[in-house]
């Protein structure tokens, strides 16, 4: 079974540019996160999608970010005119659907590194 | 909401030794699931052990145990027996049981010294 999978690994954007980062969760899994991590800090939550749903994106910036997870293919965050501020690591985890409230941790991927420069 | 406080931002431990890496945490909730992820130079997250709120037996996964006390709201990590492989970052994560999304500690940077 292949883990969480993340494409690029790196990716460099100049200023105003659009970054579009992809996910394909675990198979079987259809809940998946998107968060940030900055230079020496740990990870920020920044949204939480099933199929064609976002659940919760308290997280996201009110503009220019945007994420999508739709019926057939991978999740998608979108960042336009990037700025030096989005250099960071954007990881995105998976889980299986819960019952009941289970314990299920979440499964991450190895992450996609921005750089704006 | 929530909040994840890792104290120690570096520590260091002799090769065969014990470490213990320290987590505290905020909440008014009583049900909930408290982690510790590895993150290595790869920067892939690995969990290292899973701990349910309503359970009082502290888990154990081989040579890592956590003492977990509710009432203090407090998660700490031991490692035993420690291998240069431990060396990592090491964050202490949140999970509310009916909300999905984490909330993470800044970090420990782990040093194993040979």
């Known amino acids: 079974n292949a883990g969480v999978m993340q494409n690029p690994r790196h990716l460099v954007r100049r200023r105003g540019q659009e970054a579009r980062l992809r996910c394909s969760p675990m198979k079987g899994h259809s809940h998946v996160y998107w968060y940030r991590q900055l230079p020496e800090e740990g990870l920020k939550f920044m949204v939480y999608?099933?199929?064609?749903?976002?659940?919760?994106e308290s997280g996201m910036p009110k503009e220019r970010f945007s994420a999508e997870f739709p019926k057939e293919g991978p999740s998608i965050l979108r960042i336009q005119q990037v700025v030096r501020g989005d250099s960071a690591a954007y990881f995105c985890?998976?889980?299986?659907?819960?019952?009941?409230?289970?314990?299920?941790?979440?499964?991450f991927g190895p992450g996609t590194r921005l750089t704006v420069t | 909401a929530q909040t994840v406080t890792q104290s120690q931002p570096e520590m260091s431990v002799q090769e065969a030794e014990t470490v213990t890496l320290s987590c505290t945490y905020d909440?008014?909730?009583?049900?909930?699931?408290l982690f510790w992820y590895k993150q290595p130079p790869s920067r892939q997250m690995i969990l290292v052990i899973r701990q349910e709120a309503y359970k009082q037996q502290n888990a154990t996964e081989n040579r890592f145990s956590v003492n977990f006390q509710k009432a203090a709201k407090s998660f700490s990590l031991k490692i035993s027996d420690s291998q240069l492989g431990d060396a990592a970052m090491y964050f202490c994560a949140y999970r509310s049981r009916n909300f999905n999304k984490f909330y993470f500690g800044s970090g420990t940077k782990l040093n194993v010294k040979p």
């Open positions: 985890a998976s889980s299986p659907p819960l019952a009941g409230g289970g314990s299920y941790e979440q499964y």
């Open positions: 909440t008014s909730e009583s049900d909930y699931y």
């Open positions: 999608l099933q199929k064609e749903n976002i659940i919760d």
